[in-house]
């Protein structure tokens, strides 16, 4: 799951729904598992499948007018249970990137944490976005993760977004924090012998 970011140009898959919970994200039963490979498949399982296991036509994940890799989603994205498996489960998909009006902050850096970039935006500019896909799921958006900014290539209108300076080299990089320890060894090392003489 490890992807350097830089400027990321995709199509949108649309979810306008609010208060979406880690557990519509990926339910209880499939926490069980400590590996990530294979939470993308049960990824909004509930909603994807119905109760024989045959995929919910009209869900968005099963309609083929939309993909890319970038879920754009209604305000207060991935709250409730602390799971990082939600966020394994977003990965696992596919999806890089996560825009919304409002992530629960858990969530948000359990996604930074597994290299999905989840990006805040205005009411209004998601509101628009949203409009944009509807009337043409071909939509792109482009996010710009050195200029810390998002564009509806649609209408043109962009926006800054904010993001931890620390995890923006991560991800710029495609280092996880381990990644970034071993990286920086030796000035640890260096640190250390000047102040424990």
Not at 103 to 127: C, G, R, T, Y
Not at 139 to 149: A, G, N, S, Y
Request: glycine letters at 6%; one cysteine or more; a negative charge.
């Amino acid at each position: 799951m490890k992807q350097k970011f830089d400027i990321i140009t995709s199509t949108c898959v649309p979810l306008p729904l609010e208060n979406v919970d880690t557990d519509q994200i990926i339910p209880a039963r499939f926490l069980k598992a400590t590996d990530k490979e294979g939470f993308g498949e049960n990824l909004f399982r509930d909603w994807r499948y119905d109760k024989d296991g045959q995929p919910v036509k009209d869900f968005v994940l099963n309609d083929p007018t939309y993909g890319g890799c970038i879920l754009v989603a209604g305000k207060n994205f991935g709250s409730g249970s602390s799971r990082e498996h939600a966020a394994w489960a977003i990965a696992g998909y596919g999806f890089r990137v996560v825009i919304s009006s409002f992530f629960a902050d858990i969530h948000k850096n359990n996604e930074l944490n597994n290299f999905v970039l989840p990006v805040v935006v205005s009411e209004s500019f998601l509101a628009e976005l949203f409009e944009s896909i509807k009337n043409d799921p071909k939509t792109e958006v482009e996010v710009d993760l050195p200029q810390q900014t998002v564009t509806n290539k649609a209408t043109g209108r962009q926006e800054h977004f904010e993001i931890n300076g620390y995890k923006k080299h991560c991800l710029m990089n495609g280092l996880d924090d381990i990644d970034f320890l071993v990286e920086n060894q030796s000035k640890t090392e260096a640190w250390e012998r000047k102040n424990n003489q």
